[in-house]
């Protein structure tokens, strides 16, 4: 491999490291720790607070405006729009911008809320999202939730059709624990801690995430998507109704009744830009899904795909031989009428049968991409065997003291320290570049961290601590066989050569066989035992990619352009 290669790869490799390692530095030393539980905290609560602060904002411009004030710095956002607005109705722009100016750009207050409404929802939603590509602390260092949840066991006994035994109930919420292990994975929360507990409880402790609505979504989610027909005629006459009264609810005003008997009233929801549920009408479906729909049961397969037409996310069901058939009947026997897709009781999307579906392969759509993935992972782990119902949950603060937290990082730094300064007092020169080397092994590990969300907890600081002493231990290795051949008379260029190419499988094999070993403990451990082995496993990676190119390309540069006759890399061999 040329020097040129090997210098882009480094360098392609840095800037890959400095774009997926930007969140995680962002997020713990730029953003204010207000605006950090604003992003950590639901939905729900970041709409509140985008609403206030956007009327906060509006009285401010009204008060500067009535006192004939030039616009508050913290408004600036606001003068591109309302120069385009100017321009738009061809107004010539003014000198200085004020607050009566821009909110004359405005056709009205409720347009003015709504663009500032947008500029603060905008800024706490990215760093939502931000949150989502950054190192995450696990419990043990930053706190988290933990929750504990208790099987029903009333709803065992209707499955059943009779009281279940300890074994029988034992046996059910081992299966609900291992279900609930398979979904925290694939929702992307690592190093669960979930154990049993007395009265056929489960005690889980999820790290570095405090989103209670998104915990909630997959620790209750049962899969439990439903075909229902819609009773398009009572439907009709219940959107009128809606249309006349504006606010009606069932929950309130009861159910008419023309509404008929066998039937249910659900709300028809959609996502607004926070990404909460919005009713935008009540509808009514039949019941009961043994005569008019299909239960969920029969899926075997979830998939988020785009329309090829709109681009829009759907999701793609896969039907059993048995359920194929009897939503093909289904669907033969309601064309013309319409179906709706009925999850935890609420409608999240419905459509007119055009015809008969006879494949047993299903696509409905309405969902944003966020929603649809969720759904279609919560179905591909299939329904809990018996339900589960949350009798605690807090979020939980680090079980390590701040002071305890800061002797520990100060303790790294100080050995990490160490380390540098002894490789540049023993190897001289080549010292420093193994120290280097070692710099970018720790920023290469740290970043693929952070590009994975990965979280990070004692287990795992060890094992970037072992990686980093097995980095040293490579280099060592390596400048002891370039010793070696120096002083066997050998010239620079020969003794680097001869040095890296004699020190080569005994790096890979050392590696080599503690990188299987992680791979198993990754695979076959879990909680913080995954999180060392995964962490062990990048280290032992990026350790020997420093070690053998990143070190090698330092001394082929030394000796082959600036064509250095002698090492800096012992007292006596200078």
Known sequence: MSKRLRLSIILALVAFGAAAFYPTVRWYFFVPESQKQLAQSSRIEIRDWAQGRAREALEDLRGAAAAGATLPGEYSFLIPQAR??????????????????????FRDEAEAFEVLEQKYRREILELKDLKDRIILLGLDLSGGIS???????????????????????????????EIIRNRIDRFGVTEPQIREAENNRIVIEIPGDDDRERVNAFLLGRGSLNF????????????????????????????????PAGTVVREYVTRDAYGIDERVRWIVIYEDIVEHGLDGQYITDAQVARDPLTNRPTVNFVLDARGAEEFSLLTRDNVGNSMAIVMDEKVRAYARIQEEIPTGQVRITGFDQEQAANIALVLRTAALPVNLEIVNQQVVGATLGAGAIRVGLQSIALGFALIIVFMVIYYKRAGLIADVALVLNLFFILAVLSAFNLTLTLTSVAGIILTVGMAVDANVIIFERIKEEYRLGKGARSAVRGGFDKAFWTVMDANITTFIAALFLSQLGSGPIQGFAITLAVGIVSSMFTALVVTRLFFDFATDTLRRSKLSIAWRLS
Not at 243 to 248: I, L, M, R, S
């Open 84 to 105: 385009s607005a100017f321009r738009a109705m061809e107004i010539s722009l003014p000198d200085e911008w004020g607050a009566a100016e821009v909110l004359r750009a």
């Open 147 to 177: 929750v504990t949840l208790e099987a029903d066991q009333q709803n065992l006994t209707e499955r059943l059709g009779r009281q279940p035994s300890q074994a029988e109930m034992s046996e059910a919420v081992e299966l609900a624990m």
């Open 228 to 259: 229902h027909i819609v009773h398009g005629e009572a439907t009709d006459r219940l959107i009128r109704l809606q249309n006349e009264q504006p606010g009606w609810s069932p929950d309130i005003d009861g159910v008419p009744e023309f509404v």
